[in-house]
């Protein structure tokens, strides 16, 4: 069964510094991947997408996530770290499946930025 | 460009009332339309998606269902609320194509009481 696990609940880094949020999944082809980003009580933002090609792909705010397909693994990674950063970050995958894209999300992982 | 509207934002409801989310999308024609719901500290849920109008799947039993009178419109509804309905509602769309990605309305905050 495809699954996706973002081992780090919470987070907590400086401002400036630099951040890896962790994204394993389980899914038996080559998958879609998606980061979002969630502020407090707002919807969820597209910071990226992967699907095929260049495995280093490129976001908004500064983002950018490695697909590494021996690791099953797509982290997220920014050099160095805004406030308004601080947020709550999910990893999903999106098995297309005959009509609709089904997507599957990880816990999440709640960002927070110490000034 | 496409928007995505939800309303309420808010809503507090008493135990046994009924519910209804609305969801509407503009800038885009035909598109799929997703409910999730996300529980306090927990990821996301899907809980229904249309592919067209009055075409309605369900990814879990529970009290909820869910309706697509016109196109870019998409109801969520109860009958009966239950505590366990309390928990923030998200809509989303996408486009049917070779790479099809979702995106996601602002969602509403439901308490049930």
């Known amino acids: 069964a495809q699954s996706v696990t973002q081992p780090d609940i919470h987070i907590t880094v400086s401002e400036g510094a630099s951040l890896e949020l962790r994204c394993n999944y389980s899914y038996g082809a080559t998958p879609y991947l998606f980061w979002y980003v969630q502020s407090p009580g707002q919807g969820l933002q597209l910071l990226l997408k992967?699907?095929?090609?260049?495995?280093l792909v490129q976001g908004i705010k500064g983002f950018e996530a490695e697909f590494k397909r021996s690791q099953s693994s797509f982290n997220l990674r920014k050099p160095s770290v805004h406030w308004s950063d601080a947020a709550e970050y999910f990893c999903a995958v999106g098995p297309f499946s005959g009509g609709y894209n089904k997507l599957i999300f990880g816990a999440g992982t709640r960002l927070a930025v110490h000034p | 460009s496409q928007t995505i509207h939800q309303w309420p934002a808010t809503l507090v409801q008493p135990v046994g009332s009924p519910l209804s989310l609305e969801c509407t999308v503009e800038g885009t024609s035909n598109p799929n339309l997703y409910w999730y719901r996300q529980a306090a500290g927990r990821g996301l849920q899907l809980l229904f998606y249309?592919?067209?109008?009055?075409?309605i799947s369900s990814e879990v039993p529970q009290n909820l269902s869910a309706s697509r009178p016109q196109d870019r419109q998409f109801i969520l509804s109860s009958k009966k609320l239950l505590l366990s309905d309390s928990g923030f509602y998200l809509c989303?769309?996408?486009?049917?194509?070779?790479?099809?990605?979702?995106?996601f309305g602002p969602g509403t905050r439901l308490l049930v009481l």
């Open positions: 989303a769309w996408s486009t049917l194509g070779q790479v099809e990605t979702q995106y």
């Open positions: 992967y699907f095929s090609g260049d495995t």
């Open positions: 249309s592919v067209g109008i009055g075409q």
